[in-house]
């Protein structure tokens, strides 16, 4: 089939990019960058992103928390203000805290509060199963409220042990729990991630972030193939998204390599109605964005 030309402008629907980040390093509140890392160690702001987006028919952004503060988090809806192109904000919140509620009641009081996300993907999957943080979480589930979902292929079991204790959670599972495609692992990935499709049909996947799990200098697009059919063949085209991952992926390729990578491995039969959810339906659905 032919895929739909990004330059092409005219009646193209509302195209998102629903996983991308931003931060200023003079908030000083970023541990886990380092000047060893120099193509992440600077300022990336919306003006960074602009002619990326604009290059490939983007409209809109989903910009997600890159640090564990709620100060982050209202950093990011500081920018929301000033910058059209972002459609809404996945924060953070402490789950265990006692002031957990209060912190997400004063944050929905933002318009461009639209999710949280919980990063399990360095720390032991025990913390999701505390007592503390799964009331949170079951809190959330009735709300609704959508919830990111960060974790590595070494832990999609335990998170189909814990969407068993909130069935109902409005949840997307962020760059497709990160199977390590430089060793072209598949299994148990492949397994796990069927079961938690079939399983919890409320639940998502971000297409993203899977050229940092490649080899940074030497990945190419049949290595990628396998893990996108898998997702888009058990999820299907209305239960996953496309997400740049920018300014991350640079570890690896430039926005344009990303964005042309998905155009390249997602499955042949997709019709254009589905790529339109791929590429901005979906996102919009899931976090109820207002575009």
Request: proline share 5%; charged share 25%; hydrophobic share 40%.
């Amino acid at each position: 089939m032919q895929y739909m030309s990004m330059e092409d402008e005219g009646n193209t629907p509302m195209r998102i990019d629903a996983h991308q980040h931003y931060w200023s390093l003079e908030r000083g509140d970023y541990g886990w960058l380092s000047p060893d890392v120099p193509v992440l160690y600077r300022n990336y702001l919306p003006a960074d992103l602009e002619a990326h987006l604009l290059a490939h028919g983007i409209q809109k952004t989903v910009v997600v928390q890159a640090e564990a503060s709620v100060a982050e988090t209202d950093y990011m809806l500081s920018l929301c203000e000033r910058t059209d192109t972002i459609a809404g904000v996945v924060g953070w919140l402490d789950l265990e805290s006692a002031g957990c509620r209060e912190d997400y009641a004063r944050l929905r009081h933002n318009r461009f509060f639209k999710g949280i996300r919980i990063m399990l993907q360095d720390i032991d999957m025990e913390y999701a199963f505390r007592p503390a943080v799964l009331e949170a979480l079951r809190f959330l589930e009735k709300e609704q409220f959508p919830v990111d979902i960060l974790i590595k292929s070494h832990q999609v079991e335990d998170t189909y042990k814990l969407l068993e204790r909130v069935p109902n959670l409005r949840a997307v599972i962020d760059h497709i729990a990160k199977p390590a495609i430089s060793r072209s692992e598949q299994e148990p990935w492949t397994t796990h991630m069927a079961r938690i499709a079939k399983d919890f049909p409320g639940v998502y996947c971000k297409l993203s972030g899977m050229v940092t799990e490649a080899d940074h200098e030497k990945w190419r697009e049949e290595q990628f193939l396998p893990y996108v059919h898998h997702i888009v063949e058990h999820f299907g085209p209305k239960r996953v998204m496309y997400g740049s991952d920018w300014p991350v992926c640079l570890l690896a390729a430039e926005y344009s390599e990303v964005y042309t990578l998905l155009l390249h491995t997602l499955p042949q039969g997709l019709s254009e109605a589905e790529l339109e959810d791929v590429f901005g339906n979906n996102a919009a659905e899931f976090y109820r964005l207002e575009v």
